[in-house]
Protein backbone atom coordinates (compact mmCIF):
# COMPACT_ATOMS: atom_id res chain seq x y z
CA UNK A 1 0.00 0.00 0.00
CA UNK A 2 0.85 3.54 -0.57
CA UNK A 3 2.26 6.19 1.96
CA UNK A 4 -0.75 8.47 0.54
CA UNK A 5 -2.94 5.16 0.68
CA UNK A 6 -2.06 4.85 4.04
CA UNK A 7 -2.45 8.23 5.18
CA UNK A 8 -5.87 8.10 3.54
CA UNK A 9 -7.04 4.91 5.57
CA UNK A 10 -5.75 6.14 8.85
CA UNK A 11 -7.17 9.95 8.56
CA UNK A 12 -10.02 10.29 10.99
CA UNK A 13 -12.28 13.39 12.77
CA UNK A 14 -10.48 14.60 15.66
CA UNK A 15 -13.50 13.03 17.83
CA UNK A 16 -13.26 10.07 15.94
CA UNK A 17 -9.24 9.58 16.51
CA UNK A 18 -9.61 10.00 20.05
CA UNK A 19 -11.58 6.85 20.55
CA UNK A 20 -8.06 4.77 20.25
CA UNK A 21 -7.90 5.96 24.02
CA UNK A 22 -9.12 3.29 26.78
CA UNK A 23 -9.72 3.64 30.23
CA UNK A 24 -6.64 3.42 32.40
CA UNK A 25 -4.67 5.04 29.44
CA UNK A 26 -1.73 7.42 30.08
CA UNK A 27 -1.97 9.92 27.10
CA UNK A 28 1.80 11.52 26.40
CA UNK A 29 1.31 15.34 24.51
CA UNK A 30 4.64 17.28 23.76
CA UNK A 31 5.94 20.32 25.22
CA UNK A 32 4.42 23.34 24.95
CA UNK A 33 3.38 24.01 20.93
CA UNK A 34 3.67 20.70 20.24
CA UNK A 35 0.72 20.05 21.81
CA UNK A 36 -2.04 19.02 19.32
CA UNK A 37 -5.28 21.62 20.18
CA UNK A 38 -7.93 19.52 18.00
CA UNK A 39 -7.08 16.08 19.48
CA UNK A 40 -7.32 17.66 23.49
CA UNK A 41 -10.14 19.48 22.47
CA UNK A 42 -12.18 16.59 21.20
CA UNK A 43 -10.68 14.92 24.38
CA UNK A 44 -11.95 17.34 26.70
CA UNK A 45 -15.41 17.48 25.00
CA UNK A 46 -15.73 13.40 25.51
CA UNK A 47 -14.13 13.08 28.54
CA UNK A 48 -16.81 11.73 30.46
CA UNK A 49 -16.58 8.78 28.49
CA UNK A 50 -13.25 7.74 30.10
CA UNK A 51 -12.37 6.61 33.13
CA UNK A 52 -8.52 6.86 34.76
CA UNK A 53 -6.83 8.48 31.75
CA UNK A 54 -4.68 10.87 32.56
CA UNK A 55 -2.98 13.13 30.11
CA UNK A 56 1.54 13.56 30.93
CA UNK A 57 2.68 17.15 29.87
CA UNK A 58 5.62 19.52 29.79
CA UNK A 59 4.42 23.29 29.90
CA UNK A 60 0.75 23.05 27.98
CA UNK A 61 -0.14 26.44 26.61
CA UNK A 62 -3.96 26.24 26.34
CA UNK A 63 -6.38 25.40 29.44
CA UNK A 64 -8.37 22.96 27.71
CA UNK A 65 -11.92 21.48 28.70
CA UNK A 66 -10.25 18.95 31.03
CA UNK A 67 -8.32 21.03 33.18
CA UNK A 68 -11.46 20.39 35.86
CA UNK A 69 -11.62 19.44 38.97
CA UNK A 70 -15.08 17.78 38.59
CA UNK A 71 -14.36 15.93 35.93
CA UNK A 72 -10.58 14.53 37.05
CA UNK A 73 -12.07 11.10 37.53
CA UNK A 74 -12.43 10.66 34.00
CA UNK A 75 -9.76 12.19 32.61
CA UNK A 76 -6.39 14.18 34.60
CA UNK A 77 -3.57 15.67 34.21
CA UNK A 78 -0.21 14.60 35.27
CA UNK A 79 2.70 17.46 34.84
CA UNK A 80 5.80 16.78 33.85
CA UNK A 81 6.25 20.88 34.48
CA UNK A 82 3.74 23.57 35.30
CA UNK A 83 2.44 26.54 33.19
CA UNK A 84 -0.39 28.66 33.76
CA UNK A 85 -2.57 27.02 32.67
CA UNK A 86 -2.19 23.84 35.37
CA UNK A 87 -0.63 25.91 38.07
CA UNK A 88 -3.63 26.41 40.26
CA UNK A 89 -4.44 22.33 39.71
CA UNK A 90 -1.23 22.12 41.34
CA UNK A 91 -1.55 23.77 43.81
CA UNK A 92 -4.56 22.20 44.73
CA UNK A 93 -4.13 18.97 44.56
CA UNK A 94 -6.45 17.83 42.01
CA UNK A 95 -3.16 17.59 39.06
CA UNK A 96 -0.15 15.80 40.36
CA UNK A 97 3.31 15.99 38.77
CA UNK A 98 6.35 13.90 38.06
CA UNK A 99 9.92 15.37 39.75
CA UNK A 100 12.60 14.48 37.12
CA UNK A 101 15.07 16.29 35.18
CA UNK A 102 13.90 16.83 31.59
CA UNK A 103 17.05 14.32 30.34
CA UNK A 104 15.85 11.69 32.22
CA UNK A 105 11.97 11.61 31.07
CA UNK A 106 12.46 9.48 27.77
CA UNK A 107 14.64 6.83 30.29
CA UNK A 108 11.49 6.88 32.44
CA UNK A 109 9.46 5.85 29.68
CA UNK A 110 11.19 3.71 27.63
CA UNK A 111 11.77 1.40 31.25
CA UNK A 112 8.24 1.81 32.18
CA UNK A 113 8.73 3.65 35.33
CA UNK A 114 6.43 6.51 34.14
CA UNK A 115 3.92 5.19 31.26
CA UNK A 116 3.10 5.77 27.81
CA UNK A 117 -0.10 3.94 26.23
CA UNK A 118 -1.09 6.97 23.58
CA UNK A 119 0.82 9.46 21.69
CA UNK A 120 -1.52 12.71 20.86
CA UNK A 121 1.48 15.27 19.07
CA UNK A 122 1.14 17.64 16.51
CA UNK A 123 2.87 16.98 13.00
CA UNK A 124 3.57 18.41 9.81
CA UNK A 125 2.51 17.37 6.84
CA UNK A 126 3.64 14.05 5.16
CA UNK A 127 7.07 14.11 3.03
CA UNK A 128 6.94 12.19 0.16
CA UNK A 129 8.37 9.12 1.97
CA UNK A 130 5.97 9.38 4.52
CA UNK A 131 7.59 10.74 7.34
CA UNK A 132 6.19 13.28 9.16
CA UNK A 133 8.48 16.01 11.42
CA UNK A 134 7.55 16.30 15.27
CA UNK A 135 9.67 19.89 14.57
CA UNK A 136 7.70 21.84 17.64
CA UNK A 137 8.98 19.05 19.66
CA UNK A 138 10.74 15.97 20.16
CA UNK A 139 11.60 15.59 23.54
CA UNK A 140 10.21 12.90 25.58
CA UNK A 141 7.48 12.07 22.38
CA UNK A 142 9.80 10.22 20.47
CA UNK A 143 10.58 7.91 23.36
CA UNK A 144 6.53 7.58 24.20
CA UNK A 145 6.05 6.54 20.63
CA UNK A 146 8.38 3.54 20.68
CA UNK A 147 6.50 2.26 23.62
CA UNK A 148 3.24 3.17 23.15
CA UNK A 149 0.34 1.20 22.17
CA UNK A 150 -1.28 3.99 19.74
CA UNK A 151 0.09 6.96 17.96
CA UNK A 152 -2.24 9.83 16.95
CA UNK A 153 -1.36 12.69 14.59
CA UNK A 154 -2.61 16.27 14.09
CA UNK A 155 -0.88 17.08 11.27
CA UNK A 156 -1.09 20.79 10.54
CA UNK A 157 0.65 22.36 7.39
CA UNK A 158 2.17 25.32 9.74
CA UNK A 159 4.13 22.65 11.64
CA UNK A 160 7.69 23.12 9.97
CA UNK A 161 9.30 20.30 8.81
CA UNK A 162 12.55 20.23 11.28
CA UNK A 163 15.91 17.51 10.34
CA UNK A 164 16.97 16.15 13.06
CA UNK A 165 15.44 13.19 14.97
CA UNK A 166 12.23 14.07 15.09
CA UNK A 167 10.76 11.67 12.64
CA UNK A 168 7.72 9.52 12.58
CA UNK A 169 6.47 7.49 9.77
CA UNK A 170 3.42 6.68 8.55
CA UNK A 171 3.37 2.79 9.16
CA UNK A 172 3.53 4.15 12.95
CA UNK A 173 0.50 6.07 13.22
CA UNK A 174 -2.37 4.40 14.68
CA UNK A 175 -4.90 7.45 13.56
CA UNK A 176 -5.08 11.14 12.42
CA UNK A 177 -6.45 14.20 11.98
CA UNK A 178 -6.03 17.21 10.15
CA UNK A 179 -6.10 20.97 11.55
CA UNK A 180 -5.07 24.04 9.49
CA UNK A 181 -5.17 26.47 12.58
CA UNK A 182 -2.22 28.93 13.27
CA UNK A 183 0.83 27.90 15.68
CA UNK A 184 0.39 29.68 18.54
CA UNK A 185 2.73 32.18 18.85
CA UNK A 186 4.60 33.23 22.28
CA UNK A 187 6.23 36.47 22.35
CA UNK A 188 9.63 37.51 23.90
CA UNK A 189 9.26 38.06 28.02
CA UNK A 190 9.06 41.90 28.96
CA UNK A 191 13.23 43.13 29.70
CA UNK A 192 13.00 46.15 32.58
CA UNK A 193 16.05 48.06 33.85
CA UNK A 194 17.02 45.13 36.34
CA UNK A 195 17.01 42.63 33.68
CA UNK A 196 19.35 44.82 31.64
CA UNK A 197 21.72 44.92 34.69
CA UNK A 198 21.69 41.71 35.33
CA UNK A 199 22.27 40.34 30.94
CA UNK A 200 25.13 43.07 30.95
CA UNK A 201 27.01 40.92 33.59
CA UNK A 202 26.43 37.76 32.37
CA UNK A 203 26.83 38.86 28.35
CA UNK A 204 30.41 40.10 29.48
CA UNK A 205 31.66 36.68 30.61
CA UNK A 206 30.62 35.25 27.35
CA UNK A 207 33.43 35.34 25.16
CA UNK A 208 33.49 34.70 20.88
CA UNK A 209 33.02 31.30 19.55
CA UNK A 210 31.13 30.10 22.76
CA UNK A 211 28.21 27.49 22.51
CA UNK A 212 25.19 28.79 24.55
CA UNK A 213 21.94 27.08 25.83
CA UNK A 214 19.17 30.14 26.94
CA UNK A 215 16.45 29.29 29.00
CA UNK A 216 12.93 31.13 28.65
CA UNK A 217 12.64 34.21 30.32
CA UNK A 218 13.56 37.87 30.98
CA UNK A 219 16.86 37.75 32.11
CA UNK A 220 17.88 35.16 29.66
CA UNK A 221 16.47 37.42 26.50
CA UNK A 222 17.96 40.32 28.36
CA UNK A 223 21.21 38.37 27.75
CA UNK A 224 20.52 37.35 24.35
CA UNK A 225 20.04 41.13 23.75
CA UNK A 226 23.25 42.29 24.42
CA UNK A 227 25.02 40.05 22.56
CA UNK A 228 25.23 41.50 19.26
CA UNK A 229 28.92 42.46 19.41
CA UNK A 230 29.68 38.65 19.66
CA UNK A 231 30.90 36.58 16.83
CA UNK A 232 30.88 32.85 16.26
CA UNK A 233 28.50 31.82 18.86
CA UNK A 234 27.27 28.57 18.55
CA UNK A 235 24.12 27.11 19.90
CA UNK A 236 22.83 23.57 21.57
CA UNK A 237 19.83 24.23 23.86
CA UNK A 238 16.68 22.78 25.09
CA UNK A 239 14.47 25.40 23.73
CA UNK A 240 14.60 27.58 20.37
CA UNK A 241 13.01 30.70 20.87
CA UNK A 242 12.96 34.23 19.10
CA UNK A 243 15.73 35.89 20.72
CA UNK A 244 17.32 33.36 19.14
CA UNK A 245 16.63 33.73 15.60
CA UNK A 246 17.60 37.90 16.12
CA UNK A 247 21.01 37.01 16.79
CA UNK A 248 21.06 34.54 13.92
CA UNK A 249 19.67 37.29 11.75
CA UNK A 250 21.84 39.68 13.40
CA UNK A 251 24.94 37.22 11.84
CA UNK A 252 26.11 36.21 15.31
CA UNK A 253 25.30 32.89 15.87
CA UNK A 254 27.49 30.69 12.79
CA UNK A 255 28.11 27.69 15.00
CA UNK A 256 31.29 27.44 12.81
CA UNK A 257 33.24 27.38 16.00
CA UNK A 258 31.37 24.31 17.59
CA UNK A 259 33.05 20.91 18.12
CA UNK A 260 30.11 19.31 18.62
CA UNK A 261 27.27 19.37 15.24
CA UNK A 262 29.59 22.03 14.27
CA UNK A 263 27.69 24.39 11.71
CA UNK A 264 24.30 23.08 13.40
CA UNK A 265 22.14 24.82 16.03
CA UNK A 266 20.54 21.85 18.20
CA UNK A 267 16.71 22.27 20.39
CA UNK A 268 14.51 20.08 21.55
CA UNK A 269 11.40 22.26 21.85
CA UNK A 270 10.44 25.45 19.84
CA UNK A 271 8.42 28.86 21.57
CA UNK A 272 8.64 31.80 19.73
CA UNK A 273 6.64 33.58 17.03
CA UNK A 274 5.44 32.34 13.25
CA UNK A 275 8.26 33.85 11.62
CA UNK A 276 10.68 31.08 13.99
CA UNK A 277 8.75 28.64 13.25
CA UNK A 278 8.56 29.38 9.29
CA UNK A 279 12.75 29.38 9.88
CA UNK A 280 12.99 26.12 11.09
CA UNK A 281 11.24 24.57 7.94
CA UNK A 282 14.06 22.65 6.46
CA UNK A 283 16.34 24.21 7.27
CA UNK A 284 19.75 22.44 7.17
CA UNK A 285 21.36 24.27 10.24
CA UNK A 286 18.89 23.59 12.34
CA UNK A 287 18.42 19.89 14.22
CA UNK A 288 15.65 19.17 16.95
CA UNK A 289 16.58 16.20 18.67
CA UNK A 290 15.27 14.33 21.85
CA UNK A 291 15.93 16.22 24.99
CA UNK A 292 18.07 12.94 26.28
CA UNK A 293 20.39 13.81 23.72
CA UNK A 294 20.42 17.73 23.80
CA UNK A 295 20.14 18.04 27.46
CA UNK A 296 22.09 14.77 28.50
CA UNK A 297 25.27 16.58 30.37
CA UNK A 298 27.39 14.02 29.00
CA UNK A 299 26.94 14.92 25.52
CA UNK A 300 26.15 18.50 26.39
CA UNK A 301 29.09 19.17 28.11
CA UNK A 302 31.11 18.18 25.00
CA UNK A 303 30.62 21.35 23.89
CA UNK A 304 33.64 23.40 24.62
CA UNK A 305 32.92 27.17 26.22
CA UNK A 306 29.01 25.68 26.75
CA UNK A 307 27.87 28.47 28.60
CA UNK A 308 24.35 27.92 30.16
CA UNK A 309 22.14 30.94 31.29
CA UNK A 310 18.78 29.83 33.64
CA UNK A 311 16.76 31.65 35.90
CA UNK A 312 16.03 30.75 39.59
CA UNK A 313 13.50 32.18 42.38
CA UNK A 314 15.50 31.70 45.53
CA UNK A 315 18.70 30.88 46.92
CA UNK A 316 19.96 30.13 49.99
CA UNK A 317 23.59 31.14 51.94
CA UNK A 318 25.17 27.57 49.98
CA UNK A 319 23.90 28.21 46.50
CA UNK A 320 21.00 25.69 46.80
CA UNK A 321 18.78 27.04 44.07
CA UNK A 322 14.44 26.85 44.42
CA UNK A 323 13.72 27.11 40.99
CA UNK A 324 10.38 25.25 40.98
CA UNK A 325 8.07 25.85 43.68
CA UNK A 326 6.82 28.25 46.22
CA UNK A 327 7.43 26.92 49.49
CA UNK A 328 5.56 23.66 48.67
CA UNK A 329 3.65 24.83 46.13
CA UNK A 330 4.81 23.54 43.15
CA UNK A 331 5.12 26.29 40.06
CA UNK A 332 6.91 25.41 37.96
CA UNK A 333 8.82 22.07 37.49
CA UNK A 334 12.71 20.83 37.41
CA UNK A 335 13.04 21.46 33.32
CA UNK A 336 16.28 21.29 32.03
CA UNK A 337 17.97 23.36 34.34
CA UNK A 338 20.35 21.27 36.47
CA UNK A 339 21.13 19.25 33.35
CA UNK A 340 22.62 22.02 31.56
CA UNK A 341 24.42 23.47 34.85
CA UNK A 342 25.95 20.19 35.07
CA UNK A 343 27.03 20.13 31.31
CA UNK A 344 28.55 23.48 31.52
CA UNK A 345 30.47 22.56 34.49
CA UNK A 346 31.82 19.25 32.47
CA UNK A 347 32.49 21.54 29.64
CA UNK A 348 35.85 22.94 28.92
CA UNK A 349 35.91 26.70 29.20
CA UNK A 350 32.28 26.27 30.28
CA UNK A 351 30.34 28.31 32.53
CA UNK A 352 26.70 27.88 33.98
CA UNK A 353 25.08 31.29 35.12
CA UNK A 354 21.64 30.95 37.96
CA UNK A 355 20.19 34.60 36.91
CA UNK A 356 17.64 36.71 39.19
CA UNK A 357 16.71 39.56 40.46
CA UNK A 358 17.29 40.14 44.12
CA UNK A 359 14.25 41.13 45.27
CA UNK A 360 10.83 39.95 44.83
CA UNK A 361 7.10 41.85 45.79
CA UNK A 362 7.90 45.66 45.09
CA UNK A 363 11.49 45.10 47.07
CA UNK A 364 9.71 43.58 49.83
CA UNK A 365 11.36 40.34 50.17
CA UNK A 366 15.11 39.58 49.66
CA UNK A 367 15.59 36.27 46.76
CA UNK A 368 18.88 35.82 48.64
CA UNK A 369 18.39 33.83 51.51
CA UNK A 370 19.67 32.05 54.90
CA UNK A 371 17.70 29.39 54.11
CA UNK A 372 15.30 27.88 51.22
CA UNK A 373 11.50 28.55 52.58
CA UNK A 374 10.68 25.31 53.91
CA UNK A 375 9.29 22.78 51.62
CA UNK A 376 11.28 24.25 48.58
CA UNK A 377 11.84 21.87 45.56
CA UNK A 378 15.69 22.53 45.17
CA UNK A 379 16.44 22.45 41.47
CA UNK A 380 20.08 23.39 41.14
CA UNK A 381 22.38 21.93 43.84
CA UNK A 382 24.74 23.28 46.41
CA UNK A 383 27.74 20.98 44.68
CA UNK A 384 26.75 22.19 41.35
CA UNK A 385 25.83 25.59 41.65
CA UNK A 386 28.63 27.93 39.45
CA UNK A 387 27.79 31.46 38.87
CA UNK A 388 25.01 33.91 40.67
CA UNK A 389 23.95 36.86 38.94
CA UNK A 390 21.91 39.42 40.54
CA UNK A 391 21.33 43.11 38.95
CA UNK A 392 24.16 44.29 42.21
CA UNK A 393 26.67 41.65 40.59
CA UNK A 394 28.24 38.13 40.40
CA UNK A 395 29.24 35.80 42.70
CA UNK A 396 31.10 32.60 41.26
CA UNK A 397 30.51 29.91 43.92
CA UNK A 398 32.13 26.89 42.73
CA UNK A 399 35.24 25.54 44.62
CA UNK A 400 34.38 27.98 47.45
CA UNK A 401 34.02 27.21 51.18
CA UNK A 402 30.23 27.67 52.77
CA UNK A 403 31.30 30.78 54.39
CA UNK A 404 32.98 32.43 51.17
CA UNK A 405 29.73 31.59 48.85
CA UNK A 406 27.80 32.99 52.04
CA UNK A 407 29.63 36.28 51.77
CA UNK A 408 29.98 36.14 47.83
CA UNK A 409 25.80 36.26 47.88
CA UNK A 410 25.27 38.95 50.37
CA UNK A 411 27.54 41.23 48.64
CA UNK A 412 25.06 40.73 45.45
CA UNK A 413 22.00 41.09 47.62
CA UNK A 414 20.01 44.11 47.75
CA UNK A 415 21.65 46.47 49.64
CA UNK A 416 18.43 47.16 51.95
CA UNK A 417 18.65 43.45 52.95
CA UNK A 418 21.98 43.17 53.78
CA UNK A 419 22.40 43.96 57.16
CA UNK A 420 19.61 41.26 57.78
CA UNK A 421 21.33 38.68 55.94
CA UNK A 422 24.67 39.34 57.41
CA UNK A 423 22.90 39.43 61.36
CA UNK A 424 21.42 35.61 60.08
CA UNK A 425 25.00 34.41 58.34
CA UNK A 426 26.43 35.43 61.76
CA UNK A 427 23.86 33.19 63.80
CA UNK A 428 24.44 29.97 61.38
CA UNK A 429 28.58 31.11 62.08
CA UNK A 430 29.11 31.90 58.51
CA UNK A 431 30.55 34.91 59.11
Not at 134 to 139: R, S
Amino acid sequence: MSFAAQYQQKRLSAADAVRVVRDGDTIVVPTAVGEPPALLSALSDARRDFRDVQVSQILPVRKYGYFDPETAEHVRHTAYFFSGATRQGGSEGWIDFVPAYFSELPSLIRRAQTPSDVVFALASPMDEHGYFSLALAADYTMAAIERARAVVLEVNPNVPFAFGACHVHVSQVTALCESDDAIMEVGLPKIGPVQEAIGKYVAEMIPDGATLQIGYGGIPDAVVMQLTDKRDLGIHTEMIGDGILTLIEAGVITNRRKNLHPGKMLATFALGSNKLYRFMNRNLALEMHPVDYTNDPYIAGRNDNLHAINATMQIDFLGQCGSESLGFKPYSGTGGQADFVRAANRSNGGKSFIVLPSTAKDDTISRIVPTLSPGTHVTTSKNDINYVVTEYGVAQLRGKTAKQRCAALIAIAHPDFRSGLRDAARQMHLL
